[in-house]
């Protein structure tokens, strides 16, 4: 790290004290998840990036475990309709995430011989793949030396490196060189200390209620070395459902995950009182692809 390091203002003595610590506290620590386990291979992992964006653990394991019994390898999932794919993505949300998926696992099928590929320009050529996901996905499938920048990574960097409690509001080409420059040289310690930052972030420095007393670099910490400043940046917002045209969508596609045949518009109307939104929120879905429309006023999901 030392002539390579992309931040002048960390140094390689900086990077490598927080990465024994929180990869120490990482093998003593870390969740026993399916994706982490040497079976789940680089679909497994793949599957997971796209189910665990913007959806907590908890709700992802079950639908992970059924995803996986059903559609084992890409190709088992690309010879389906897309509409199958978002019936088997249930109530997670954020629906769109299941058509992107369903589009890798077909050019992984058309491209790749059905195996995830493990370059890394490969993968962010893949439909729905972006930056965040081809980084993951090369790290921790393959054990590839690339910076993971999720939400918990990112609130971790900014409270030991930068001293804020968070990060703004979108990723930052300096938090890019930043995590660039806090990256180990060797791949596999790479590929560990990226799991293992995102793990501290998940379980102690976390959004709301950071446990420092259990941070293995709470002496390091330049947010809680300050005497933890509040927030100073723009106000953060949690984000709100109930009533929204994300609550209707859900609605609307629930009752098309539950039916084999078409569903008459009469059904989808009756799951909301207020005709205006209802109608926004279906023509949404249709324009996403989510929803197909059919003659005489019936909807399904989409075959292909």
Known sequence: MTSTTENSYIDSATATALHSPVISWFADHARDLPWRRPEAGAWGVMVSEFMLQQTPVTRVLPVYEQW????????????????EAVR?????GYPRRALRLHGAAQAITERHGGDVPTDHAQLISLPGI????????????????????????????????SGVEYPPN?????????????????????ARWAAA???????????????????????QCAWRLAGKPAHAGPVRRGQTYAGTDRQVRGKLLAVLREAVEPVPQGDL???????????????????DGLVEPLADGMYRLPLG
Request: glycine letters at 6%.
């Open 68 to 83: 996986l019994a059903r559609w084992p390898r890409p190709a088992d999932l690309a010879a389906e309709a897309p509409g």
């Open 88 to 92: 088997a993505w249930g109530r997670l």
């Open 130 to 161: 972006g930056e965040y996901t081809a980084a993951a996905v090369a790290s921790f499938a393959h054990g590839q030396r690339y910076a993971v920048l999720d939400t918990n990574v990112r609130r971790v960097f900014a409270r030991t490196i």
């Open 170 to 190: 979108a990723t930052t080409a300096a938090e890019r060189r930043l995590a660039r420059a806090l990256l180990p040289d060797d791949a596999a310690t790479a």
């Open 197 to 219: 930052s995102m793990e501290l972030g998940a379980l102690v420095c976390t959004a709301k209620s950071p446990d420092c007393a259990r941070c293995p670099v709470a002496g």
């Open 269 to 287: 109307d009756a799951v909301w009182h207020e005709p205006v939104q209802r109608a926004r929120a279906l023509d949404g879905l249709v324009a």
